[in-house]
């Protein structure tokens, strides 16, 4: 038996996906429906059992001390990164996370998790995925500082050999859709790009950084993929490892790399980041990932223009269409190269209408209309 948290979610259905492709369905999948679409990216998936993640340690009780589980992969969380709630945030990405780990432990199933790059905070310490760097890292905000908590607990214990921990970069690709204001930027760019020729981005508020050059080491999640099957296919493997290209691109590069898969350029408007967003923000990511390389992962990340030409030819335009629905199509050169370059009209003051709302009882619903801004997020839900 596998079991996989945040089953219903981005990174976790696409997690459910690979593990079917490799002929996995001996699956339990954890997580909540919300009250949104998200129950779509299980369509035609195979697994055994669903449980809620509040019952998941009863239902695990349940199964007694002979439980035949060989892996846990942990991936759900609460990934609101504006969340404030840090009772709720420490309940279900730090505690929820000790508590699943000291399961497996006890049963001896490897255990892979979801950490982020937040716990890198301004990146002024640097990107190293080194065990020595983990307790001087200070994150900004709250989301991070709960990755940060396990990540530090499991170096102070001496048990990184005991788990693989995925510091994920910013990650974005099909099974997004439902993530309304924490999807990536090219999900909710892409409406308004194709219907008006127009992205929205924050204004910079460092003067380092000009509009739209804020930047972040985007992958794709066929890489994360990638990455998640040398793990899986080499258990020997252990510790807290990047995973990002180690590559930093920037928000306009996402706005050329948009107008060269729609084929004509964008008009780029910026906009004030809302206040309270400015203190944790970054403005510059990019792995490291030299500690990958050298546990042995040999894969290419797929080339930047070619990985979003991919994303907006085989799923955006084909109705937000989910991972496995795929199309053959020609592959072009990673090159800016069609519509040209992004033109950049003054800045335009004016606030975000298309942040998305929280559903009822704290899930965070969808807003089809998005922009491409990163808007001002809701209170968190899970």
Excluded at 39 to 46: A, D, V
Excluded at 146 to 173: A, M
Excluded at 294 to 317: C, I, M, R, S, W
Excluded at 338 to 346: D, F, S
Aim: with cysteine.
């Amino acid at each position: 038996m596998i079991l996989i948290t945040g089953a219903v979610g981005f990174i976790g259905s696409a997690t459910v996906w690979l593990l079917n492709e490799r002929g996995r369905s001996d699956l339990v999948l954890v997580d909540s429906f919300g009250k949104d679409d998200r129950w779509s990216n299980l369509i035609g998936r195979n697994f055994h059992d669903f449980v809620h993640y509040d019952r998941l340690f009863e239902y695990l009780a349940s199964l007694g001390e002979t439980a035949n589980c060989e892996l846990v992969i942990h991936m759900g969380a609460c990934t609101d990164t504006a969340c404030t709630d840090m009772n709720h945030l420490y309940a279900y990405n730090t505690e929820y996370t000790r508590r699943l780990f000291l399961w497996a432990r006890q049963r001896s199933a490897r255990f892979i998790y979801a950490s982020s790059a937040g716990v890198y905070g301004d990146g002024s310490l640097g990107f190293g995925d080194e065990d020595a760097l983990t307790p001087k890292l200070r994150p900004l905000t709250a989301y991070a500082f709960s990755k940060w908590l396990f990540d530090n607990w499991l170096v102070q214990t001496k048990q990184t050999s005991s788990i693989v921990g995925l510091r994920l970069f910013n990650v974005y690709g099909p099974n997004e859709y439902h993530k309304g204001h924490m999807a990536s930027v090219l999900c909710r760019a892409f409406k308004d790009a194709k219907a008006q020729w127009v992205m929205r981005l924050f204004k910079s508020h460092n003067s380092r950084y000009a509009d739209g050059e804020q930047r972040r080491d985007f992958i794709y999640v066929k890489d994360v993929l990638q990455v998640l099957a040398f793990f899986l296919d080499h258990p020997e493997a252990t510790g807290i490892f990047n995973v990002g290209t180690g590559e930093a691109r920037s928000f306009n590069d996402c706005a050329n790399a948009l107008g060269k898969a729609l084929r004509k350029p964008l008009k780029v408007e910026y906009f004030p980041m809302p206040q309270e967003l400015r203190a944790g923000y970054q403005y510059q990511t990019q792995a490291d990932i030299s500690k990958l390389r050298e546990a042995g992962f040999t894969g290419t990340f797929k080339p930047f223009y070619l990985a979003v030409g991919d994303y907006v030819h085989n799923y955006l335009v084909r109705n937000f269409a989910m991972l496995g629905t795929e199309v053959p199509v020609a592959e072009e050169t990673d090159r800016p190269r069609g519509p040209g370059p992004v033109r950049r009209p003054r800045p335009v003051p004016r606030p975000d209408p298309t942040a998305a709302q929280p559903a009822p009882g704290g899930t965070t619903a969808p807003n089809r209309n998005a922009g491409s801004g990163p808007a001002a997020p809701p209170p968190a839900g899970r």
